[in-house]
């Protein structure tokens, strides 16, 4: 669960949305530091998130940079306890690209948009179990992002090969 922290690279400046078309140097980093909500996520190969299972809050994760370390802890309800991870980012080959090491490995992460306001979608690959697994995962700053940031996560996930039936959304505590 830790690498969907890597939602770890967004933050906040007004208007500007990053994609592919605008180029790698369009990412600031200082402006992704803040606290997030994991909102959504597609998966390749299908399968369920541990937070995004039915009746489990949405995760949060916090991006911070201290010392010009960048680092995510990420915190969710696992059954009857909360578990927090802190994870180190490392710059990857490109502006927009970073690896996030995790005990099992490591998770290969691109912030593909943000605005650094209301969201940011991160695509996240890694290997589970010696098969490639993909992640395209939706933070916000709110619980309930604007239509314009649901529009924009539906239309990256199409164009990034992500069908309907591959995104997962958070369910409503129901304790």
């Not at 500007?16 to 402006?31: M, R, Y």
């Not at 541990?50 to 696992?78: K, R």
């Amino acid at each position: 669960m830790g690498g969907t922290a890597l939602l770890a690279l967004l933050g906040l400046c007004l208007g500007t949305v990053v994609t592919e078309a605008q180029g790698p140097e369009s990412l600031d980093i200082a402006k992704l530091v803040g606290f997030w909500y994991e909102i959504a996520c597609a998966t390749k190969p299908a399968r369920k998130s541990p937070a995004l299972s039915p009746g489990q809050p949405v995760s949060a994760v916090l991006i911070s940079l201290d010392n010009g370390q960048l680092g995510l802890t990420t915190s969710y309800f696992q059954k009857d306890h909360c578990v927090k991870i802190r994870e180190q980012v490392l710059q990857g080959d490109a502006p927009r690209k970073f690896k996030i090491i995790v005990e099992a490995g490591s998770k290969d992460v691109e912030v593909v948009a943000t605005d650094y306001v209301t969201f940011a979608i991160l695509d996240m690959s890694s290997s589970v179990d010696g098969r490639a697994q993909r992640v395209l995962k939706f933070y916000s700053h709110k619980l309930e992002p604007s239509k314009e940031a649901w529009d924009k996560f539906h239309q990256v996930a199409q164009e990034r090969g992500f069908g309907e039936q591959e995104l997962r959304f958070p369910e409503p505590d129901r304790q």
